[in-house]
């Protein structure tokens, strides 16, 4: 397109960012690469090839078409020079993590980051001889406290899960700047729609892709996005490691960013009309949105972030099996796992992510019986509210 693709409106972006190239048969969408390998003319376009004079497919696992284009309009999306697409959020991490950390090195997370990005931090890393500090979250002062001579790389979710705080992008750049660290931000809850960790100053930013990018609930994928040089070396790691989107994945990804802009729209409204609610409704005991004045993260998300998302994290005035009852008693919502598709899914953590660990230990880290997670889809809002409100009778 002849005009810069960051002057034009979120909606426009989503829909034609990396793909107005003309295509075999002028079609308008990009079709599904169903390949592994790809074939070359001639012994000298191998070398040419080999050599950097021409750009085209080689191998399966160091690129597809389809998965390209995929990359491209998220890059654009997030304010990107480039991006790679990764099997998962979890692969995207933890091929990240190992990619950009060498052993005798230190890395500081926040403890409120998802459980299993900490088990990898605080389990397998620490195996390769990699120190992890876990500081509180949304917290710059911990984390500069915990900075020592061999740290390399500051990693934070904002919002984070399921308490979403929210870390001031500004201040935690200024501390890396001042240390010289890499800075990463799994803004997974945010989407490039709510907030633009890059345009702060941010290294590298991390979607799990399955959640609000792809917004269908059908796929499962990762994406790293940051400079080229950066992106460059992760491409290279991938080739190594192994862990590629595949082209059927990429295609329902490109499908589901099309529409991105407009269900953020109503994930937003959605979250902070059932925020509001329950705040208000006096069988529940705490709600953590920070588009709510009453969350700690409230003053800096407001700042730097423009929208405040689909998830609310809440606490009932009941016991666990009250809890239970309570979610058995929602009509609209799937009890299950993810968020940021547009069904809307509800969650008890103690169970769903925490049922193995002893009551008292769940407690330490704030995860209450009573404490529930509802990722609001694209429903009408009304709708919604009228559920969780039949639903609330049910604590009498």
């Given at each position: 397109m002849a005009r810069d693709m960051l002057s034009l409106g979120a909606s426009t972006r989503a829909v034609h960012s990396g793909e107005r190239q003309r295509r075999l048969g002028d079609a308008v969408t990009v079709p599904v690469y169903q390949t592994s390998t790809y074939a070359f003319?001639?012994?000298?376009?191998?070398?040419?090839?080999?050599?950097?004079?021409?750009?085209?497919?080689?191998?399966?696992?160091?690129?597809?078409?389809?998965v390209r284009k995929a990359e491209q309009k998220i890059a654009e999306l997030d304010h990107a020079e480039d991006a790679v697409l990764w099997a998962s959020g979890m692969c995207a991490?933890?091929?990240?993590?190992?990619?950009?950390?060498?052993?005798?090195?230190?890395?500081?997370?926040t403890a409120d980051s998802y459980r299993r990005t900490q088990q990898f931090c605080s389990g397998m890393l620490r195996r390769f001889g990699i120190d992890v500090s876990v500081v509180p979250p949304g917290d710059p002062e911990a984390i500069e406290a915990a900075v020592c001579p061999n740290t390399r790389l500051?990693?934070?979710?904002?919002?984070?899960?399921?308490?979403?705080?929210?870390?001031?992008?500004?201040?935690?750049?200024?501390?890396?700047?001042?240390h010289r660290l890499r800075t990463v931000i799994d803004s997974t809850l945010a989407a490039p729609y709510n907030q633009n960790p890059l345009d702060f100053g941010i290294d590298l930013v991390m979607h799990s892709a399955t959640k609000y990018l792809a917004g269908h609930n059908d796929l499962l994928a990762g994406v790293v996005v940051g400079k080229a040089g950066m992106i460059d070396a992760l491409r290279e790691s991938q080739g190594i490691l192994g862990g590629i989107t595949d082209p059927n994945s990429a295609y329902l990804l490109l499908r589901g960013l099309k529409s991105f802009a407009l269900r953020m729209v109503q994930h937003n409204a959605n979250g902070a009309a059932l925020a509001a609610f329950l705040e208000s409704h006096p069988k529940v005991r705490r709600v953590y949105y920070p588009g709510l004045k009453s969350h700690p993260s409230h003053a800096v998300a407001k700042a730097q972030m423009r929208g405040f998302g689909g998830l609310v994290s809440f606490e009932l005035d009941a016991t666990m099996a009250e809890t239970g009852a309570f979610l058995d008693a929602l009509e609209l919502p799937y009890m299950a796992p993810s968020l940021g598709g547009v069904e809307s899914l509800v969650e008890q953590p103690a169970i769903v992510s925490y049922y193995e660990m002893a009551p008292e230990e769940r407690q330490k880290i704030g995860i209450s019986d009573s404490l529930v997670r509802y990722a609001a889809g694209i429903e009408d809002t009304d709708d919604l509210l009228a559920d969780i409100e039949q639903a609330l009778k049910v604590l009498g």
């Amino acid at each position: 397109m002849a005009r810069d693709m960051l002057s034009l409106g979120a909606s426009t972006r989503a829909v034609h960012s990396g793909e107005r190239q003309r295509r075999l048969g002028d079609a308008v969408t990009v079709p599904v690469y169903q390949t592994s390998t790809y074939a070359f003319e001639s012994t000298q376009q191998l070398i040419d090839f080999k050599e950097g004079r021409i750009d085209k497919g080689e191998y399966g696992r160091y690129g597809n078409p389809t998965v390209r284009k995929a990359e491209q309009k998220i890059a654009e999306l997030d304010h990107a020079e480039d991006a790679v697409l990764w099997a998962s959020g979890m692969c995207a991490m933890t091929s990240l993590l190992l990619t950009i950390l060498q052993t005798g090195q230190h890395m500081i997370i926040t403890a409120d980051s998802y459980r299993r990005t900490q088990q990898f931090c605080s389990g397998m890393l620490r195996r390769f001889g990699i120190d992890v500090s876990v500081v509180p979250p949304g917290d710059p002062e911990a984390i500069e406290a915990a900075v020592c001579p061999n740290t390399r790389l500051i990693l934070t979710e904002s919002p984070t899960n399921p308490f979403l705080y929210v870390i001031d992008l500004e201040k935690l750049v200024e501390i890396a700047k001042r240390h010289r660290l890499r800075t990463v931000i799994d803004s997974t809850l945010a989407a490039p729609y709510n907030q633009n960790p890059l345009d702060f100053g941010i290294d590298l930013v991390m979607h799990s892709a399955t959640k609000y990018l792809a917004g269908h609930n059908d796929l499962l994928a990762g994406v790293v996005v940051g400079k080229a040089g950066m992106i460059d070396a992760l491409r290279e790691s991938q080739g190594i490691l192994g862990g590629i989107t595949d082209p059927n994945s990429a295609y329902l990804l490109l499908r589901g960013l099309k529409s991105f802009a407009l269900r953020m729209v109503q994930h937003n409204a959605n979250g902070a009309a059932l925020a509001a609610f329950l705040e208000s409704h006096p069988k529940v005991r705490r709600v953590y949105y920070p588009g709510l004045k009453s969350h700690p993260s409230h003053a800096v998300a407001k700042a730097q972030m423009r929208g405040f998302g689909g998830l609310v994290s809440f606490e009932l005035d009941a016991t666990m099996a009250e809890t239970g009852a309570f979610l058995d008693a929602l009509e609209l919502p799937y009890m299950a796992p993810s968020l940021g598709g547009v069904e809307s899914l509800v969650e008890q953590p103690a169970i769903v992510s925490y049922y193995e660990m002893a009551p008292e230990e769940r407690q330490k880290i704030g995860i209450s019986d009573s404490l529930v997670r509802y990722a609001a889809g694209i429903e009408d809002t009304d709708d919604l509210l009228a559920d969780i409100e039949q639903a609330l009778k049910v604590l009498g």
